[in-house]
């Protein structure tokens, strides 16, 4: 059976802050936690990186992406009182001053190809473009071109070369987006997705 997750001790800052090329995440939607929704993120060497562990019955506007260890280093919250799916993104589990807000595109008069954009402080840092479903979709940084900072592809089996499904995929993030703020699109994306 091919394995999804290697090798498992580490911490988010050992893996992932030094870099300077892309980093390449193995996202499992699966939480480590039995009856538990939520994600699993490991790196290019099978170590833990995130997870995200939401109960069964607690509320799914309120998530937090944690490292390995279980140290909050986001919460991803929805806004209540706004017109579409909008959700706001803290560092730890603060709840004042967001970070960014990202918002999901219901507009069908303007770009087909995105699904949300992300801003801070009414500008518009990113946008999110493809399908979260088909789990092909990128992250263009707005400023800069539109140059693709973080990307979402299909991850195949190394042995047999079949695909994992949609609950495995790629995280590929380049070295200008930091990954727990990629990561933290992704479980938007997710929330997006999802019918209420």
């Not at 090798?7 to 939607?29: G, M, Q």
């Not at 219901?106 to 518009?124: D, Y």
């Amino acid at each position: 059976m091919t394995k999804v997750h290697p090798k498992f001790p580490n911490t988010y800052e050992e893996s992932l802050c030094d870099s300077k090329a892309a980093v390449v995440l193995t996202v499992w939607k699966k939480s480590l936690l039995f009856n538990c929704d939520g994600f699993t993120v490991y790196n290019s060497d099978g170590h833990l990186v995130f997870r995200v562990d939401n109960y069964m019955n607690s509320p799914r506007d309120n998530i937090v992406l944690m490292d390995a260890s279980g140290l909050p280093l986001l919460s991803i919250r929805r806004k209540k009182l706004s017109l579409g799916d909008c959700w706001a993104v803290y560092d730890g589990e603060t709840q004042r001053d967001p970070l960014f807000t990202a918002k999901k595109n219901v507009s069908i008069l303007t770009n087909k190809k995105s699904l949300a954009w992300v801003s801070s402080k009414k500008t518009v840092l990113y946008e999110i473009e493809g399908s979260y479903g088909q789990r092909s979709c990128k992250i263009v940084d707005v400023k800069r071109d539109k140059k693709k900072t973080a990307e979402i592809k299909k991850k195949d089996a190394m042995v047999g070369g079949g695909s994992f499904g949609k609950d495995v995929f790629k995280l590929i993030v380049e070295a200008e987006m930091e990954p727990r703020v990629a990561m933290a699109l992704t479980i938007i994306l997710d929330q997006m997705s999802r019918s209420y």
